[in-house]
């Protein structure tokens, strides 16, 4: 997709239904969210959730970029708002008998409705391990290089591993081929009753259903992977983890999200201690399902359409491009 066509895109949507009927976060119990999140969107803004598929393996980094450029449309028109508002009161607190005219009004109406809809990127990077903040200042020299140097198993063509700091919740974890990455950016205000922690359990709920329903393309049926929630944050297979969770918050907007095993290489997770969890062993849609034809895309799909039913959400407008220049 070329940029002029997914400015379009963002501007327009493609108005398509969903294909399935249906401050930094520390790691928090989620145990009041348990049960079906009863979310909704409460800004007209909010009820229309936008999915940008990257179709190419690309560079962590700048799927990184990517996502800080839309969280930061998020937060300047936030910004802009909040801006508008001070001021408007501030002039009626000046001068009494100040009131907008129509025209002033509407304008401002115009404006204050100019809202991003959520979105969610979904890549699939490079061989990368990621640290979060709560390793920032504990990571020596010597343990970056051995995630640096490592050679998988299986997937000895891979581009050898990059270590990348990153600012969200949790510890060290993975990202490379093989992995759905999605990257979840909405405002969290523009939900009812949707805290930080009730977010994390409609990823969670969301990564569950999709496991269990996504679907490939040869007619073999749901998927059928039957996963659950632990204490820790994430999503399990008996006692293997199958996708890592970490998300940040800046003045309600969300960033980062989920990490779904679909076919890596496990030796890039279990040859390090993952997500701060010494005694914890990834799996894989492939290990658990080896005939599946399911890919990485049936995953990313099947995942936003189940994120989207979870917090109310009835329209997917989804777009699918190998890169974007930024």
């Not at 939900?191 to 996504?214: G, M, Q, W, Y």
């Not at 998927?223 to 996708?243: E, F, S």
Request: proline content about 4%.
């Amino acid at each position: 997709m070329k940029p002029a066509s997914m400015a379009m895109w963002l501007r327009n949507g493609l108005k398509v239904r969903c294909l399935q009927s249906g401050t930094t976060l520390r790691r928090i119990s989620t145990k009041s969210c348990e049960s079906k999140v009863k979310t909704r969107p409460i800004d007209e803004s909010a009820k229309v959730l936008r999915h940008l598929h990257f179709s190419k393996q690309m560079p962590f980094k700048k799927g990184i970029d990517i996502q800080e450029r839309f969280v930061k449309a998020q937060l300047d028109i936030k910004e802009l708002h909040a801006k508008i508002r001070r001021r408007t009161a501030q002039l009626q607190q000046e001068k009494a008998n100040a009131n907008l005219n129509d025209n002033e009004r509407q304008i401002l109406d115009r404006i204050l409705n100019m809202k991003p809809n959520p979105i969610i990127l979904t890549f699939e990077f490079q061989p990368t391990y990621t640290g979060g903040k709560r390793i920032k200042k504990l990571i020596t020299e010597e343990q970056i290089s051995r995630y640096e140097e490592f050679c998988p198993s299986a997937q000895k063509n891979n581009m050898k591993p990059k270590f990348v700091q990153v600012e969200r919740g949790g510890q060290v974890t993975f990202h490379g081929p093989g992995q759905v990455v999605a990257y979840i950016i909405l405002d969290l205000k523009t939900f009812k009753d949707f805290p930080a922690k009730c977010f994390v359990s409609s990823i969670e709920n969301a990564t569950i259903n999709a496991l269990r329903d996504a679907k490939g393309h040869d007619d073999e049926g749901a998927l059928d992977v039957r996963a659950r929630k632990t204490d820790q944050t994430g999503v399990w297979v008996t006692d293997k983890k199958i996708a890592s969770i970490g998300v940040h918050v800046r003045r309600s907007i969300t960033s980062h999200g989920v990490c779904i095993n679909v076919c890596p290489d496990l030796s890039y997770l279990n040859s390090f201690e993952m997500c701060g969890l010494p005694n914890s062993l990834a799996t894989s849609v492939k290990e658990l399902r080896p005939a599946s034809s399911i890919t990485t895309k049936d995953i990313a799909v099947s995942f936003v359409n189940e994120l989207a039913k979870v917090i109310g959400i009835d329209v997917v407008e989804r777009a699918e491009l190998d890169d974007i220049e930024l």
